[in-house]
């Protein structure tokens, strides 16, 4: 007996995963070398070494009763203080420890978030292409989402045109990825002062805040020379949610944090609403152990110039196949326009070809498809044959 | 601006969450071995040496992209089968690993569960005294709680014809807690049974399953020679979830499980629903490295002869000052009867004696209080005069 509610996301249940499940299948018949699983986001890079280091030393040398057990819902102290200290130094903000909740990855930080902000009947607003869980993650909390259509015309950036005319006075939320997973763009300044001019005005008109939810695991992983721009400069009541998921190559371990800025409005009314909301959402607290180690690693990254490289020859193989594809700024995801109308027929002949990707379509912005070249370089150049004979079909 | 949703959860902030800050105030000022703590249950055992010798294996023979890696949502299928291996041998239970799925602790395991079976509008029925999250937990799905009253006069066993007048047609789960949180009690066969019995009569009276929620974190924490009722042999719809919090004192890292059996409803279709809920949860999937620990030490336990002794140690000190408990039979909580009816009152005069309790109401069970006892013997033992001082103001 499973509740009519799940329907929906049983019917639409992850295009993305079930790409996962394909590609383990194929490897078995083909051999791994054999198929090239651009689909899922699951990092290649193995963590930098400070994280090994960082589990011996707490494993080894801290008080078991510590690393394991109960801390106060929010976090670990000392972790939240070394988080805020290293965006304060990175973006010159006022954080403290008072700011900062360690959550179950960057999904349950914007769990966390609409839970604490939404009720039945309320909106968010988010922008094509888009990640389709945010919408999933709305509805446990009633919200629905408006969807703003891809802006093609400007590389993908959301249009804040676009933005004022979703907008109503049921709005609490916009989410805002940058840099974006599936384009692979980095929003420009101009663009997030645009958002930030029609929201505060919005603000003033309904008289209450719409939040900024800023998603940003990505932050960190940029191939281009061009800021990030960090919201909360622009906008007072931006939310961060983030995770080490990228940048330390540690998806399975759900680790993650929100950032309340004290300039947000209410905000330590927020802060202690949204540590009840950490526990109602059913999670209690971040995990433990991995708290401490991130604690440990807060200048550690992977190697983010192999990312860069794969970024570039990619692009080359799949544009000197014939593609027409977006230069990745950031993130580890390609963004190719699909030659025909129907981006999942391009799939399927990709498939013949042992090339794995994502339609578009699964970030409601058919036409399009996404690779993750977040996967060994050695796989990436394996592939150009395969993307070679796949140009040949549809540009001769 | 916070959701109008939210004011219950923050009215009703955990109480228990409330005395664990308290006490660490406390402990500031008189000093932490003059505080006797009983109020949160932190387990204050160390994880038995299999957990440690498990990380260093894993942290440092393992292949990092794999250990930190994401892998199917459900959890690493090494780890289900050895789960289902596990609760095989003990029990002579037919799962394989697609009858597991590895969650962030009992609470997302609940939380999933939840997400799966309830429409907006259900029901599920808890016994009092119980984990007021399961009511919080529940309303994010939209469901209502119906709390049966108290069975003093059965030892806080629940009462099969109280359940029976609490159902109706929109009751798709019941809550069982055995051993019991907050009584230490265990639940015996014939209550399991006649419970059944109730829920076969029900479920073809309204022509739809009703599922025993089995939340079984104390399953291994047994003070008496008394079985633990194994519910699956009971009643065909049982789903179990589990932690590891207390068994392998690991309340931090948030690990655990819930186990389908085969025969239960639609068994396979409910597990695919689960495994989506789990994403859409926001939780995507289990933290990975403690996955591979626990799969490591699916034989290993804490001390529980050291919870044995502090169980009849403290029994001894609050009956010797006049109060009157239950005797505990597993968990790690005595129950104590408070004197006044009132039980908010014994609490405040315990707190002048640097006592830290949890008042009954907390459960939905008032005239009571609870006493955690997971914490050191020395502690117990110093806690005595304090005691005997508090039961001096009752019995004189």
Chains 1, 2 share one sequence.
């Not at 290649?44 to 819902?73: F, R």
């Not at 408006?146 to 939320?173: H, M, S």
């Not at 401490?292 to 690693?297: G, I, K």
Request: charged letters at 25%; one cysteine or more; proline letters at 7%.
């Amino acid at each position: 007996m499973i509740a009519k509610s799940m329907e929906p996301f049983l019917v639409g249940s992850s295009v993305i995963r079930a790409m996962f499940e394909e590609g383990k299948k194929m490897a078995k018949v083909f051999g791994e070398e054999n198929v090239y699983d651009f689909s899922v986001g699951n990092p290649g890079l193995h963590p930098p070494k400070e994280v090994k280091e960082a589990i011996n030393y707490i494993n080894n040398e801290m008080d078991p009763h510590v690393v394991h057990g109960y801390m106060a819902n929010a976090g670990y102290e000392s972790t939240r203080q070394a988080v805020a200290d290293n965006l304060n130094k990175r973006y010159g903000s006022d954080f403290d420890m008072n700011n900062i909740i360690m959550t179950v990855g960057a999904g349950s930080a914007l769990n966390v978030i609409m839970k604490t902000v939404f009720d039945p009947g309320d909106k968010q607003v988010v922008f094509a292409p888009y990640f389709v869980e945010y919408a999933n993650w709305a509805r446990n909390y009633g919200a629905e989402t408006i969807v703003v259509p891809p802006n093609e015309a400007n590389g993908f950036e959301p249009d804040p045109e676009a933005l004022k005319a979703a907008l109503d006075p049921k709005v609490k939320i916009v989410i805002i990825n940058n840099p974006n997973n599936p384009t692979g763009a980095i929003y420009s300044k101009e663009t997030i002062q645009a958002i930030a001019d029609v929201l505060k005005e919005a603000e003033k008109e309904y008289g209450h805040p719409i939040y900024i939810l800023s998603d940003e695991p990505y932050r960190e992983l940029v191939y281009v020379d061009r800021e990030v721009p960090y919201i909360p400069d622009f906008y007072d009541n931006t939310l961060i949610a983030y995770s080490w998921s990228k940048s330390l190559s540690l998806p399975g371990e759900r680790i993650g944090y929100i950032a309340i800025p004290k300039k947000s409005d209410n905000s330590e009314e927020f802060f202690n609403a949204a540590v009840v909301a950490n526990r109602v959402c059913g999670d209690t607290n971040a995990p433990s152990l991995m708290q401490l180690v991130v604690e440990r690693c807060m200048d550690a990254q992977v190697d983010i110039p192999y990312y860069e490289k794969n970024a570039k020859d990619l692009y080359k193989i799949v544009t000197d196949a014939g593609f027409d594809a977006l230069v990745p700024q950031g993130a580890f995801y390609l963004w190719i326009k699909s030659p025909v109308a129907d981006e999942k027929e391009l799939v399927a002949a990709a498939k013949e070809e042992r090339i794995l990707m994502v339609p578009g379509s699964a970030f409601a912005c058919p036409g399009y498809v996404r690779l993750s070249f977040c996967i060994s370089n050695e796989t990436i150049q394996r592939s150009a044959e395969s993307f070679a004979n796949l140009g040949k079909k549809y540009f001769g």
